[in-house]
């Protein structure tokens, strides 16, 4: 989806609903689409400013934790073209993007399967101390 069409969505040009089948799970578009939520962790959000993550890794970021826990999973079997494709973003693009987060202990990422680890997991080097982020 096009940033053109989600800003149609959010303005309430687009009254269309219609069901589409994309990486094994439902999008839908229309308002209804915006409607739904995925549960995030406080920490996690707190997290993101200090990450310094990049427009591509932040995006695998969110679709990862809507492919996972907004299904109640740590792990899914996704593959590197079907990430390209809903991040419009070129093969290098997706496998350094899941370096990185791999490298941060955020994910791990192997033979297709991505498994969210919990943020008290992560490899970081955070100025904040840790007396911060209520548990």
């Not at 809507?66 to 990430?83: D, E, M």
Request: hydrophobic letters at 40%.
């Amino acid at each position: 989806m096009k940033l053109e069409d989600v800003m149609n969505i959010v303005k309430g040009k687009d009254k269309e609903v219609k069901k589409e089948k994309r990486f094994n799970f439902e999008v839908w578009s229309g308002k209804g689409e915006l409607s739904g939520f995925t549960q995030i962790p406080n920490r996690l959000l707190l997290l993101l400013p200090a990450l310094k993550l990049t427009k591509t890794e932040l995006g695998l970021l969110l679709v990862i934790y809507r492919l996972t826990l907004g299904y109640g999973k740590k792990s899914k079997s996704v593959t590197q073209a079907a990430l390209m494709e809903y991040l419009d973003v070129s093969k290098v693009s997706v496998s350094n993007a899941l370096k990185s987060l791999n490298g941060l202990g955020i994910i791990t990422y192997k033979k297709g399967c991505i498994t969210v680890h919990d943020t008290h997991e992560w490899n970081l080097d955070l100025a904040s101390p840790e007396d911060c982020f209520d548990s």
